[in-house]
């Protein structure tokens, strides 16, 4: 656990930027549909409550309302960024983005509330991330030697072990281990199983999600670790015994270990330490006045 507080506290905008994804995905979710730019569109009864209908327009209002201001200035930001990386030639490889994600997962478990089920869609946000945390940081100077001092003295953060990322289902029975086993060989979904009948009640609402673990991190049942070996990505084992209860374990991905070395990392670290040395807010916010940028909500940003 303290490697994790660690490994928080370093990639704290990058933490931060991605603990904030489910609410820019629910906001992407709410864009107004190309349909309702008809007036017989917007009259389009979407819900019916007693005697009362809700159209479309009564809908997407509301979603404004709720939504428009914080969805729009998403969308002006990453524009603005985009276009600024474009101007002073800054461009983030496949390579370091696939880094970065890799160490977004090692660090990812299913307290956090989060789902990595997308991933280009993360790929997505890692990418305007970076972007913007050059954008910030391009007229700050880090030192070499503050850069290796840093990696010499954290060399350890930067060694992934093997990572398993994982779900469960656990019930009390082994016949309803078995039914579930069956329900599974006939097509039904692991996580809405899960949902619905296993008896973990922390990982039950996420799917089963127990998210990426390695056999350093302790809390892998034993059990469970004797099934990694056999166990295929996309697929699942079980039931097996746990205690008192029955499992069927579901291994959705295996990330390898790695060590990155000084120079897969050293980007990384000047780009942390230079946003340490940023005072108040960090956002491209503070970029609008450069692209000269005019929106709908002009009171206020």
């Not at 506290?9 to 730019?37: D, G, I, Q």
């Not at 998403?74 to 983030?92: G, H, P, S, T, W």
């Amino acid at each position: 656990m303290a490697n994790k507080g660690v490994w928080i506290v370093v990639f704290v905008l990058v933490v931060t930027n991605c603990l904030t994804l489910a609410m820019w995905f629910n906001k992407e979710k709410v864009e107004v549909p190309a349909s309702v730019e008809t007036a017989s569109s917007t009259d389009e009864v979407v819900a019916t409550v007693g005697e009362h209908n809700i159209t479309r327009q009564e809908w997407l209002h509301q979603l404004e309302k709720l939504y428009g201001k914080d969805t729009l200035r998403e969308v002006i930001n990453r524009e603005v960024i985009y276009q600024l990386a474009d101007k002073y030639n800054i461009k983030v490889s496949d390579e370091v983005i696939e880094q970065e994600l890799t160490m977004i997962k090692a660090m990812y478990n299913a307290a956090d509330h989060e789902t990595l089920t997308d991933e280009e869609e993360w790929r997505k946000q890692i990418e305007y991330n970076l972007l913007l945390e050059e954008m910030l940081t391009k007229d700050v100077t880090i030192l070499d030697g503050d850069i290796q001092k840093f990696f010499k003295e954290n060399e350890s953060l930067y060694k992934i072990p093997t990572t398993y990322h994982l779900s469960h289902i656990t019930v009390k029975t082994k016949e309803e281990a078995d039914q579930v086993v069956e329900e599974l060989k006939n097509g039904s979904d692991f996580a809405v199983l899960a949902m619905e009948k296993s008896t973990d009640e922390f990982s039950s609402n996420q799917g089963g999600d127990l998210g990426y673990l390695s056999k350093e991190s302790g809390f892998l049942p034993e059990r469970y670790m004797d099934l990694l070996s056999s166990l295929k990505p996309a697929s699942f084992e079980g039931p097996i015994q746990v205690g008192d209860e029955y499992a069927i374990v579901y291994l959705h991905e295996v990330i390898e270990g790695k060590e990155y070395s000084y120079e897969d990392v050293k980007d990384h670290i000047r780009r942390q330490l230079a946003l340490g040395q940023i005072e108040g807010r960090v956002t491209a916010e503070q970029f609008w006045n450069e692209i000269d940028v005019e929106w709908f909500y002009e009171d206020a940003k």
